[in-house]
């Protein structure tokens, strides 16, 4: 929830904004998220408000010890900036922008260029339980919702089916008491091909597991570990027991990318929003990288790396981390096959926004999506959908806010009618500019 995640940053916005000037997207998403934290209305709530006031000072300085010890040696070396220095930038940024010390280092607000557009940053928590929160609520009052459906993996690819988006499969799910629910399958046994197991409500690709086929009714797992068919049915039961689990079809990487993305499935978080006319747009895209042979997903956590990805050209830019273990670290070549990552181009690029496209119309109660693709030797395929999301990706790789970019000024004019319809807000969203480049099309 938003209020949970808000002391980590300042909570002084949450005042400031409701009296700025709300011409551009940026300050127009910062009031709508102020909005919908003043009219929560729950005691437990405004409870935590005041906590947040109180004890932010506190926070911050606890916050900006962690990642100045963590990032400010390497800061003060990378740009000669002292470390008073640094901590006195923070907290401008934090109680100005109500940007948090961690943010500071991963947008590289060090950087005097950088720091100077920090008003147009889109936080984290702005949107994620914040104004996504809202247009949930919005478009459920409007009738039927498909949040539901965003959520569980196992719907998402059975409505993608049925709408005829290309989307990774379902073989099978384990449901709530363990029971086994066969979905593109026939079962009652596992088909003999690669498979790709993960939770149906996971985030951040933990608790995924690849098996690969080894032939004789046998499969062996990244580690070199081999099940039965029948034994490997039962792990997956046993995974069940926990969590809601489902079966995939493992998916693979387009040949031409087999130099960037190692022994995971690469995938993009790509950002479609609804304009005006009711057409979804593909914005903005960013490609993520493994920076590990070992592992079977390309996350973060998992020693993964992301790059911007050209809406144009499909052509990739520099790859980095979240910016906190090494600070201006960027990487042109895959540090493990020595691929080059910048100025690659993606394959079937066209063919990619032409999906995301689709997808959308396919929700198309949802304002704005966050769309996880891989570019497969099948083709492009959705891996999922995220009701959800963020801009950090976006922001860092692109090094530049994206507050005032089209997708927010787009997603205001949805956010302007849901402050209307839900607080009776005379909110009136910035004007809209034309696209800058014509959409790509597979057309």
Known sequence: ?????????????????????RSQPADFIHYAFAQFIWRKRDAKHYLLLALAFLLWPLVFIGASLHFTRRCGAKVRKLTGKGITRQVMEQLYCAVVHSVSPGKYYIFDLYKDERRAKAGEL???????GGIHSLMQAWTARKGATTKQTLNNKVDFAIRCKKHGVEAIGVICSVEEGGRLVWVDHA?????????FLKPTKGKGGRGCERWDYAGNGRYRDIAGKEMTAAELLAHVKELGRDK???????????PDLAGLCGAALSSMRIMSVMNDRGEPEVLFAVFKISGRGDSVVDNFH????????????????AATDWGI???GR?????PVTGAPVEGARLPLWRETVDLVRRAHLAFADRPAVGWDVAITDQGPMIVEGNGQFGLDMVQRTHASPAGNSRFCALYCWHIAQALRDMYGLDAT????????LPQASAA
Request: proline share 12%.
């Open 1 to 21: 929830m938003a209020y949970v995640r808000y002391p980590v940053a300042s909570p002084y916005r949450l005042v400031t904004a409701l009296f700025r000037d």
């Open 122 to 128: 889109i936080i984290r928590y702005e949107f994620k």
């Open 187 to 195: 079962g009652p046994e596992l088909p003999e091909r690669d498979l």
């Open 244 to 254: 809601l689990y489902m079966v995939q079809p493992r998916a693979v990487n387009h």
């Open 302 to 317: 998992a020693g993964g790396f992301v790059c911007k990805v050209d809406m144009a050209t499909g052509e990739l830019g």
């Open 325 to 327: 273990k090494e600070p």
């Open 330 to 334: 960027w990487i042109t070549r895959h």
């Open 429 to 436: 969203p910035p004007a809209l500019v034309p696209p800058a």
